[in-house]
């Protein structure tokens, strides 16, 4: 089965590009193969210009005022940005010189360029906001100027105060005289000159097309340098950036475009005849461990511990890829030297690191033996990024602060490797810029050796004020970070608490019965789903490891599935009051013993809030059949509770009545109503508050016991007030 997972968008500023849109059901995502393996239509490297639908883009546009250059620069970004050997999140940018009309009617020069927070292969023109081209050439005739300044100047220069971030490679961009400028990190441009001799190799590739640009941090002065050897080179088709990326020029939006599509392809083509294809050839076997087996240890290692009173931990959710490739970079003998090299563009220092961590190869028989082995990989990575820390911030004059010491990406031979981000689209990201590392450094090896910027630059990237602001984002919902599993996630209770919990922060998988209710709900709330059966052992496995396979671990399960059986005790048959103890009790015993053994493995607490009914404590005649089972199950809530305070692992239920859902149907309201002799509308506010209790208020009150980090064992009445029904 396959489905589509999207996201909504939360804001430009946060939301990387270019993450996979399908999963399978395993949660495992398919993949494009990198370099030389072009297994997709999007992913062959081809100039995909389209007469027809260039024209097509300069008509759109021209209805809404957009001049011809800025529509066709709009719809060559957005070919190279759909092109993850081209770009992902965030690396590259387009700019082109123009003329427009400033508020006063008066023409002005304007560079329109990438502005920050935009996705190449999905931007408009409102993404390429037009800077007055003047006071940018201007600057030009300085000797520095800090970033802090470059920013400021390019913001006072925008025709519109609101428009976003010019890229910081803007400099870049106006000083090169061309007028349409195209830029990439593509992955061929890298394995080309991530070697140590990469500037030879460059110039034999390219020739006299790409003129060479040693590597300087991104900013004024590699603007300068750049404008400097573009100026030397009039006739350069581009520049080469080592160990950054390509700039390609046109006086044409396609010409640009074809030129970057046509210089990548040679290097592209020069690494297909001179790799030795030594990682192909490597025999690869998978661990006999499933990576859900592994993934909640791991999550567990990579969250900085909170203070155990005041502070919670800070989690991450994970994305794990595994492939031949993926395979094949980690059984390599000399695995423990190139991964720890650097990264294999500057930029990918912010989401991934400089480098990842190494754990141990997992076997079933000792995952207590591996668990201690990768806490003691883990903790020296973390005292090596201190020390690392420690080395470079006096250059700084001590001004930077120490960012938290989790490796951002772990490794694990015969297992794949897990990326981690503060939500699952980050996670994607961190995992699209690991696999680019890994086709990278696996293409250079084979050529010669992979060889990053020095530790010294790397540094200076991932404590780039700029760059950290970006990252740093608006402040964090009060569930970011969490993972919650909702049973009966497709029902009306399970759909409003899964929006309360997004609402909140929270990454959501959906668990229930397989089939055209999942569905749907895993597309009204864009979401993902798993099939779970909760009378079945083996079926609320298999969903828990969906779910683990997806995000890395669980912090918080709603146990809400249920349903409702009626009959008087002295003739209810025993099948049915069986049936109603599996679902409305069992099941219950069932989820939470199973995201107590996986909150155990994380080690970080979690909280398990279950779905009790107003029965468990007010017991309505011939509801006996329904009522017992949810006085067992406000049992278990409090057992829970007892059992594991000290694994920081919380236990709370709610009580909730009257809620139109599947175990109070339309029809079961109008037949009660008609029975008390009163109107639906007064039976369903018929409550202290005197309101219908709507299921999204169930939703919110799930979200504040899960947010009450000193309550356990608690029961939250969620009814409108009825005294008969409140526990005390
Ligand atoms: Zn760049």
């Not at 909504?8 to 590009?17: M, T, V």
């Not at 297994?39 to 209805?63: C, F, L, N, Q």
């Not at 390599?332 to 141990?360: C, F, M, N």
């Not at 107590?596 to 107003?614: D, Y």
Request: charged letters at 25%; glycine letters at 10%; proline letters at 4%.
């Amino acid at each position: 089965m396959r489905f589509e997972y999207r996201r909504r968008r939360r804001g430009r500023e946060s939301r990387p590009s270019g993450c996979p849109e399908r999963v399978d059901a395993s949660g495992a995502r398919a993949y494009p193969l990198r370099l030389g393996a072009a297994h997709t239509e999007r992913d062959v490297m081809k100039s995909r210009w389209d007469d027809k639908h260039a024209t097509e883009t300069i008509e759109r546009y021209g209805e809404r005022g957009i001049a011809e250059d800025l529509a066709l620069r709009v719809y060559t970004t957005r070919l190279l940005g759909s092109n993850p050997r081209l770009v992902l999140h965030g690396g590259g940018n387009t700019s082109v010189k123009s003329r427009t009309r400033d508020v006063t009617g008066e023409e002005v020069d304007v560079l329109y360029v990438k502005g920050s927070g935009w996705d190449m292969g999905t931007i408009e023109p409102a993404g390429l906001p037009a800077v007055q081209l003047g006071p940018l050439l201007g600057l030009a005739a300085l000797e520095s100027l800090s970033d802090e300044e470059m920013v400021n100047v390019q913001r006072r220069n925008l025709l519109d105060a609101t428009a976003p971030n010019p890229s910081v490679e803007t400099l870049l961009h106006a000083w090169v005289p061309h007028r349409f400028i195209d830029h990439t990190h593509a992955d061929a441009a890298l394995v080309l000159t991530d070697q140590p001799d990469g500037e030879a190799l460059c110039r034999d590739v390219f020739g006299d097309r790409l003129a060479i640009v040693p590597y300087i941090m991104p900013g004024f002065a590699l603007a300068k340098k750049a404008k400097e050897v573009a100026e030397a080179h009039p006739e350069a088709e581009g520049l080469v950036l080592l160990k950054h990326g390509v700039f390609t020029f046109g006086d044409t939006a396609r010409e640009a475009y074809e030129r970057m599509i046509e210089l990548v392809t040679l290097a592209e083509e020069r690494i297909e005849s001179d790799r030795s294809r030594a990682f192909a050839s490597i025999d690869t076997t998978a661990a006999d461990t499933a990576p859900h087996e592994i993934a909640p240890i791991i999550r567990g290692l990579l969250a900085n511990p909170g203070d155990g009173a005041f502070e919670e931990p800070q989690r991450f959710v994970l994305e794990h890829r595994t492939s031949p490739e993926i395979l094949a970079y980690l059984t390599h003998p000399e695995l423990a030297r190139y991964s720890q090299v650097g990264t294999v563009t500057p930029d990918h220092a912010i989401r991934t690191k400089p480098w990842p961590v190494v754990l141990p190869t997992p076997t079933r028989d000792d995952l207590g033996g591996w668990s201690a082995a990768s806490r003691s990989a883990v903790d020296s990575y973390r005292r090596a990024y201190e020390a690392y820390f420690a080395r470079h911030n006096p250059r700084h004059d001590g001004a930077k602060r120490m960012l938290d010491t989790s490796p951002r990406v772990a490794l694990v031979p015969g297992v794949g490797l897990f990326a981690s981000g503060r939500d699952a689209t980050g996670a994607c990201a961190a995992a699209d810029l690991a696999e680019t590392t890994i086709a990278v450094v696996s293409a250079a090896e084979e050529m010669s050796r992979f060889e990053s910027i020095s530790e010294a630059d790397l540094f200076d990237i991932e404590y780039w004020s700029l760059e950290q602001a970006k990252l740093a984002g608006a402040r964090e919902r009060p569930l970011a970070r969490h993972v919650v599993a909702i049973t009966g996630g497709a029902g009306a209770i399970g759909r409003a608490t899964a929006l309360a919990f997004r609402e909140a922060g929270a990454e959501i998988a959906l668990l229930d019965l397989g089939g055209g209710d999942l569905d749907r709900a895993e597309h009204e709330l864009e979401s993902v789903g798993f099939a779970c059966d909760v009378t079945s052992d083996e079926s609320v496995r298999e969903g828990f490891a969906g779910d683990v396979s997806r995000f890395g671990g669980l912090d918080i399960v709603v146990s809400n599935a249920g349903a409702a059986w009626q009959g008087a005790m002295a003739d209810v048959a025993d099948e049915t009051l069986r049936a109603s103890f599996e679902l409305n009790f069992f099941a219950h015993q069932r989820v939470a013993r199973e995201a107590v053994r996986i909150m155990r493995l994380q080690g970080t607490g979690g909280s398990l809030l279950f779905n009790v009914s107003k029965q468990s404590v007010s017991p309505g005649r011939d509801f006996g059949p329904y009522g017992l089972p949810k006085t067992a199950a406000l049992g278990l809530v409090r057992q829970y509770a007892i059992e594991h305070g000290r694994d920081d692992i919380r236990s709370n239920g709610i009580n909730a009545d009257r809620i139109r859902s599947g175990v109070l149907t339309e029809e079961m309201v109008t037949a009660r109503s008609a029975a008390r002799g009163v109107s639906e509308d007064d039976y369903m506010s018929g409550n202290l508050l005197g309101r219908e209790v709507l299921a999204s208020d169930v939703g919110q009150a799930f979200v504040a016991l899960a947010l009450a980090r000193a309550t356990t064992g608690a029961i939250l009445t969620v009814d409108g007030g009825n005294i008969a029904a409140a526990l005390r």
